[in-house]
């Protein structure tokens, strides 16, 4: 089963391009028979969190309450420690191998769809 990487930071875009970019890429990865989707979105420059991750973010949790994504990682929770983690590499377990696993990494999102 393939991990699909989104880098939503390419070419810097304004929020609502990259929100376009998230959603097409959900439905492109589904169509696909794809299941988990790496977000890179960045934190941000201002050392709050982007705009793009948080809006992001907050389309993933409305897609999630909706059905749409059954789980969301948050680069930070991205940890052997949590359950979501731990859900996501019992169904694909290269994802141990990725350079974030618990590095507490603000700039990314795990979704399972």
Sequence with gaps: MEIYTINLE???PDVQS????AEFSIA????QGGRLIKFIHGYGSSGKGG???TQVRKMLNSYKQ?????VCVYG???SIFDAGT???LDR???LAKDPDLNRGNMGITFVYL
């Design 86 to 88: 731990r859900y996501l």
């Design 51 to 53: 705009k793009i991750r």
């Design 10 to 12: 390419l070419g810097r």
């Design 92 to 94: 694909y377990p290269s």
């Design 28 to 31: 492109s990865v589904r169509a």
């Design 18 to 21: 990259a929100l376009k970019h």
């Design 66 to 70: 909706k059905g749409r994504v059954s």
């Design 76 to 78: 930070e929770n991205f």
